[in-house]
T-cell receptor, first 116, second 113 residues
Framework: KAGVTQTPRYLIKTRGQQVTLSCSPISGHRSVSWYQQTPGQGLQFLFEYFSETQRNKGNFPGRFSGRQFSNSRSEMNVSTLELGDSALYLC???????????????FGPGTRLTVL | DQQVKQNSPSLSVQEGRISILNCDYTNSMFDYFLWYKKYPAEGPTFLISISSIKDKNEDGRFTVFLNKSAKHLSLHIVPSQPGDSAVYFCAARLDTGGFKTIFGAGTRLFVKA
């Protein structure tokens, strides 16, 4: 079974531009979450999608947005890029929407975004 | 507001000995706790988890302990192996109608041969 894939793996943009990152979850997984990882900050939760609906959102400005398609693939968009947006963006998928088992998330390798 | 804290940025342990990674949290509404391991240039991989209604979960060399009254959990690795050298993230899940997983900043474990 293929894992979570993210494209592109690396991206260089300049301030003010916008960027779209893509994530394909594991087949059959309907929940997709996005995280931002910066040195010393761990993984900061951006948002979670389930069945094309955003169910939860982290404390990020409105420049960060996302969506999920009917095939569970998800995209994340950042508009008006700032230098501080340079980070590793990770996507994770999980099988179940609730319950007390099987809640682990499977992460993709991430997209390394550099804003110059 | 850091709801999940890993206060030790790094830990060094001799091969064969026990590694203990600690994590503290502030939100009593977390219902599930997880540990992830991350190697450089890879995404985190799930290691072990524990429901908030349990106090211990064991999987091979890995055991997670949960102390709800102290809002503290720990991951024990026995015996430690050089391949365990990685960054370990503690995470806690919040169910608010949707799921939000809060991660700690991570602890880098070095296992010396």
């Amino acid at each position: 079974k293929a894992g979570v894939t993210q494209t592109p793996r690396y991206l260089i943009k300049t301030r003010g531009q916008q960027v779209t990152l893509s994530c394909s979850p594991i087949s059959g997984h309907r929940s997709v979450s996005w995280y931002q990882q910066t040195p010393g900050q761990g993984l900061q939760f951006l948002f979670e999608y389930f069945s094309e609906t955003q169910r939860n959102k982290g404390n990020f400005p409105g420049r960060f947005s996302g969506r999920q398609f009917s095939n569970s693939r998800s995209e994340m968009n950042v508009s008006t890029l700032e230098l501080g947006d340079s980070a590793l963006y990770l996507c994770a998928s999980s099988l179940l929407a609730g319950g007390t088992t099987g809640n682990e998330q499977f992460f993709g390798p991430g997209t390394r975004l550099t804003v110059l | 507001d850091q709801q999940v804290k890993q206060n030790s940025p790094s830990l060094s342990v001799q091969e064969g000995r026990i590694s203990i990674l600690n994590c503290d949290y502030t939100n009593s509404m977390f219902d599930y706790f997880l540990w992830y391991k991350k190697y450089p240039a890879e995404g985190p991989t799930f290691l072990i988890s524990i429901s908030s209604i349990k106090d211990k979960n064991e999987d091979g060399r890995f055991t997670v302990f949960l102390n709800k009254s102290a809002k503290h959990l720990s991951l024990h690795i026995v015996p430690s192996q050089p391949g365990d050298s990685a960054v370990y993230f503690c995470a806690a899940r919040l169910d608010t109608g949707g799921f939000k997983t809060i991660f700690g900043a991570g602890t880098r474990l070095f296992v010396k041969a």
